[in-house]
């Protein structure tokens, strides 16, 4: 059974790495809430959801840092690193794949899955490995997107972005910040996938939606 080539493995264990330290920060945080009779090391509940939003915004740009470099080592090494990619553009080092894929731009978007997998099929036969795996995560990542953009930006447009995506969830009339969103169970309309109420929270689901479709990706054997 062949296997990913290793430095792509490492990419995507890399990943994985910063999902499951950021899933235990914010699994650790309840026991800091403030308490009448023990405050040591202490916050109180908004502290407790803005430290969420920073565990999620490092969560989300782990895993555009997982697409740029596992579509990086693809380019330059793709029928070793995944079973399913296929060269449309041969290139023979990385530096030269970062600029092919830049293009020209100073900054490369990996977060707007509908442009990285239009990238993939420019680059890859049928846009594999890309597009299978990002295309099944798609409206869940568009969310992602948009609670990590209210998270950082605070600007008017992303709060009306995370606004419009909370009445899509909950109805009108929902008022729920991007910690406690994240901190919440997942509610009922959030996402398509069937296994979401296993999930104690909107935090653990996203991130094990992350790690599935980095696994698809670069999965461990040939299939």
Not at 54 to 72: C, D, H, P, Y
Not at 154 to 169: L, N, P
């Amino acid at each position: 059974m062949a296997t990913v080539s290793p430095r792509l493995a490492r990419i995507r264990e890399r990943f994985e790495r910063t999902q499951r330290a950021q899933e235990n920060f914010v699994i650790s945080l309840p026991a800091m809430l403030c308490k009448k009779t023990n405050r040591i090391a202490s916050i109180s509940r908004t502290q407790q959801e803005r430290l969420c939003e920073m565990a999620f915004t490092i969560l989300f740009t782990a895993w555009e840092q997982f697409l740029e470099s596992a579509f990086e080592h693809c380019v330059v090494d793709a029928p070793l690193a995944s079973f399913k990619s296929r060269h449309r553009v041969l290139v023979t080092d990385r530096d030269t794949a970062h600029d092919l894929i830049r293009g020209g731009r100073n900054y490369v978007d990996w977060s707007e899955l509908s442009v990285v997998r239009e990238r993939a099929r420019v680059f890859f036969k049928n846009g594999e490995p890309f597009e299978s795996s990002l295309s099944a995560v798609s409206d869940d990542v568009r969310k992602m997107k948009i609670i990590r953009n209210l998270c950082v930006h605070q600007s008017q447009h992303a709060e009306g972005q995370y606004q419009k995506m909370i009445r899509e969830v909950f109805g009108s009339g929902k008022q729920i910040s991007p910690g406690r969103l994240l901190f919440n169970s997942p509610p009922i309309g959030l996402t398509s996938a069937s296994n979401a109420q296993s999930y104690g929270t909107v935090f653990q689901l996203y991130g094990a939606i992350l790690v599935t479709a980095a696994s698809q990706i670069v999965p461990e054997k040939r299939r």
